[in-house]
């Protein structure tokens, strides 16, 4: 049998104390910057819906299709984004684009809902999605007759 010094103990129990130590910072900092990341993917997203629903919003009133895939189509070239879809109050899909399977069933989507709506969904291979919506609001001006 073997006998080890204080000093081995010594050292090996400041080595063990600081790999701990090493440890948790690490996953401490990988959590916090997973939470970044995915924090400024929604703000991305929002951002994107968002402006495609203002952008849009003349083409919706008149139902205007060529408009419509020229603005989803101009949001669907990011990397980030995965599908498209701009649909009715009465959930009838105006224009559709990109990996629609990912999409889902659209009839999930409150049609009276006046607030960005945002979820997130684990796919059957694995893959993860945030699903974001922004109604496109039609402002009526009151004109007196």
């Known amino acids: 049998m073997t006998k080890f010094g204080i000093r081995f103990k010594l050292i090996s129990i400041v080595i063990l104390i600081f790999l701990l130590m090493a440890g948790v910072f690490v996953f401490y900092f990988l959590s916090q910057q997973k939470s970044i990341l995915t924090s400024e993917l929604i703000k991305r997203g929002l951002s994107l819906t968002q402006n495609l629903a203002y952008d849009s919003e003349f083409a919706v009133i008149t139902e205007d299709k060529d408009i419509l895939k020229q603005l989803t189509r101009s949001v669907i070239l990011d990397k980030d984004v995965v599908y498209v879809a701009i649909i009715r109050p009465d959930k009838q ?47 009526r001006e009151n004109t007196p007759e």
Request: a negative charge.
């Open 93 to 139: 899909v105006l224009i559709k684009s990109g990996s629609w399977q990912w999409a889902g069933d659209l009839s999930r989507i409150p049609a009276s809902n006046n607030k960005p709506q945002i979820e997130y969904h684990i796919l059957p291979q694995g893959d993860s999605i945030y699903d974001i919506a922004a109604p496109v609001r039609v402002e």
